[in-house]
């Protein structure tokens, strides 16, 4: 699923909802209900429920809608999960539609927010639910919390990014991190090891061998690059650096940042060992490139996309010889929109709680790639002989010992934009490091002293 961002930051969107930070600061959260404007309850009247076609054999449901940002296979097993959820009641119809990307439902919700018609659920990736919080969007979920479906049920990694001064917003569901694709049948036939490399110098020494391999009278590259701000947290953490510190401070162009491009910059555009690519993981499954890095959530469709064709391995995310491997955590949870309907909210849980039993979530692990978020469904029989089948989904499972979540700059849509954008150029054009990463430490400072209130405001508690 393509993660590519637009330029919509918390700014911005406040003021398309017409809201000044102030009127919808985090600073309202702790309002009763945890309504973000001060409500005494999670209903916001005149947002009225978007279009959508209710099959005919669950007429007289509560209907509930889901714009969902998967596409191919996995909107296919959540299509699948929507039906089971379906089938086994008879009071609430859920109806899953897609939408694209994350950055289409980021346009696609700001748009219904602003026209007052919107879905019941929605997802956005890792940090960013903050800036419809902030605008009074999104509805706590602990009043739905009991013994059998609450915040322990979850693998607690990825807990605290749900939370915003101590309630409830999103619970998990799609959660991911990047990995490391590699074509290892090419590696057999360069001689180079099966288990892929561990470091970027591993993959400098690896590239010539590959390069010996001619595909379409050209070279072999070593990776397909992409200008993804994800991959680029994980780069430069891997490197030793930061995108910027927990006291608010972009760092993203110290010595360590710009070893890392430069060392891009450098396999890339001197020693011609890899290419930025439209679609890297298109170029990698049609075996243009022997590597890539996607999302665990590509495991499946990459997985069934090139079989019999070449075998897939998978390492942990690359880093620098003698740097901590850390990876940041990635995919979305679920979190309910505020609407003019309590039936519409409480139907909304119900599926939120369907969807977290264990055997739910190894299946939706087990048919998309993406990590099973369930404490449960990790120890199930099912994930086990899954791993057991394809080692590469015990690598995304393992490599979640090095998850943390990403620096305050990724939690903003409009920066991610900024920081692809950087990558690009270096990854593309060739662009000078440093004076890539000066110019956009100066954005994102800009755009961080103007979050810092609203993040202060959120009292995180996942940092580790």
């Not at 419809?132 to 609450?150: I, T, V």
């Not at 360590?256 to 930025?276: A, N, P, Q, T």
Request: aromatic letters at 10%; hydrophobic letters at 40%; one cysteine or more.
């Amino acid at each position: 699923m393509s993660r590519s961002p637009l330029p919509v930051s918390r700014r911005n969107l406040l003021a398309a909802l017409g809201l000044g930070a102030g009127a919808a600061g985090l600073a309202a959260c702790g309002a009763p209900n945890g309504s973000a404007d001060g409500a005494e309850s999670n209903l916001r009247e005149g947002f009225s429920q978007a279009d959508l076609t209710v099959p005919s054999e669950y007429e007289g449901r509560t209907p509930i809608l889901f714009w969902a940002p998967f596409t191919g296979t996995n909107f296919e097993v959540l299509a699948t999960q929507f039906a089971e959820f379906n089938e086994s009641q008879d009071e609430i119809v859920a109806v899953a539609e897609s939408v694209g990307s994350y950055a289409d439902l980021n346009q696609k919700f700001t748009a219904s927010l602003q026209a007052r018609t919107v879905p019941d659920i929605v997802c956005f990736p890792e940090l960013q639910w903050l800036q419809f919080h902030q605008s009074g969007a999104l509805a706590p979920l602990d009043g739905y919390f009991d013994e059998e479906w609450n915040l322990d049920v979850y693998i607690q990694n990825y807990v605290a990014e749900g939370k915003a001064a101590g309630e409830t917003y999103v619970v998990p569901f799609a959660r991911s991190t990047p990995l490391f694709y590699y074509n290892k049948t090419r590696y057999i036939e360069a001689g180079l090891p099966e288990e892929g490399p561990e470091t970027w110098e591993d993959l400098a020494a690896f590239a010539p061998e590959l390069a010996k391999i001619e595909v379409e009278g050209r070279p072999l590259s070593a990776i397909a690059f992409g200008p993804d701000a994800w991959h680029g947290q994980a780069d430069i953490w891997g490197f030793g650096g930061a995108n910027a510190t927990q006291d608010f401070q972009v760092t993203i162009n110290d010595d360590k940042g710009v070893e890392w491009l430069e060392w891009m910059r450098k396999f890339i555009h001197d020693d011609g060992y890899g290419y930025l690519a439209q679609a890297s993981g298109t170029d990698f499954a049609s075996g243009l490139a022997a590597g890539w890095r996607g999302s665990t959530a590509s495991l499946t469709g990459q997985t069934a996309a090139t079989e019999g064709l070449f075998e897939i391995g998978t390492a942990y995310m690359l880093s620098k010889e003698g740097e901590q491997k850390q990876v940041p955590t990635g995919g979305s949870g679920l979190s309910l929109v505020r609407t003019d309907s309590q039936d519409r909210q409480d139907a909304c849980a119900e599926l939120f709680r369907f969807l977290a039993q264990p055997e739910k979530s190894a299946a939706w692990h087990i048919g998309t790639g993406y990590v099973p978020v369930v404490q449960a469904a990790q120890e199930s029989q099912e994930v086990k002989d899954q791993v057991a089948a394809n080692p590469n989904y015990g690598v995304a499972l393992s490599q979640l010992e090095n998850a943390r979540t990403a620096d305050y700059p990724n939690w903003d849509q409009g920066s991610v934009t900024e920081i692809g954008a950087a990558m690009g150029q270096v990854f593309g054009d060739g662009a000078d490091p440093k004076q890539v990463l000066d110019a956009l430490a100066a954005t994102l400072q800009e755009t961080l002293d103007d979050n810092r209130e609203d993040y202060e405001a959120v009292a995180f508690e996942g940092w580790n």
